[in-house]
Nanobody, 123 residues
Framework: QVQLAESGGGLVQAGGSLRLSCAAAGVTFSTYAMGWFRRAPGKEREFVAGITRSGSSTHYADSVKGRFTISRDNAKNTVYLQMNSLKPEDTAVYYC????????????????WGQGTQVTVSS
């Protein structure tokens, strides 16, 4: 059974930083590309960042480019999202997701999802 578990969310002031982690179990982690998505109140879930199986290539939404960094440690079966210079509009539930072989910016193409972690940025 595949499980993805996010952690690291919380309340932070604007301009602050948080690091999200997503630990995977029950899957050969290195065969899955990983993505981070978020859903803000009253909005659709949106792509935030994606990373290839090896970690050699990444992709970001324009809204977070230059502020967020996605990375992974295949030895630890974990993907990370370092979030710097946080803004109130980054407030959302953040989800990690796994897609076999290749990452995508489309959430419906991901096979497995975590339960989400809340990030709240105060102004």
């Amino acid at each position: 059974q595949v499980q993805l578990a996010e952690s690291g969310g919380g309340l932070v002031q604007a301009g602050g930083s948080l690091r999200l982690s997503c630990a995977a179990a029950g899957v050969t982690f290195s065969t899955y590309a990983m993505g981070w998505f978020r859903r803000a109140p009253g909005k659709e879930r949106e792509f935030v960042a994606g990373i290839t199986r090896s970690g050699s290539s990444t992709h970001y939404a324009d809204s977070v480019k230059g502020r967020f960094t996605i990375s992974r440690d295949n030895a630890k079966n974990t993907v990370y999202l370092q979030m710097n210079s946080l803004k109130p509009e980054d407030t959302a539930v953040y989800y990690c997701a796994a897609r076999w072989v290749q990452y995508s910016t489309y959430d419906l193409q991901y096979e497995y999802w975590g339960q989400g972690t809340q990030v709240t940025v105060s102004s």
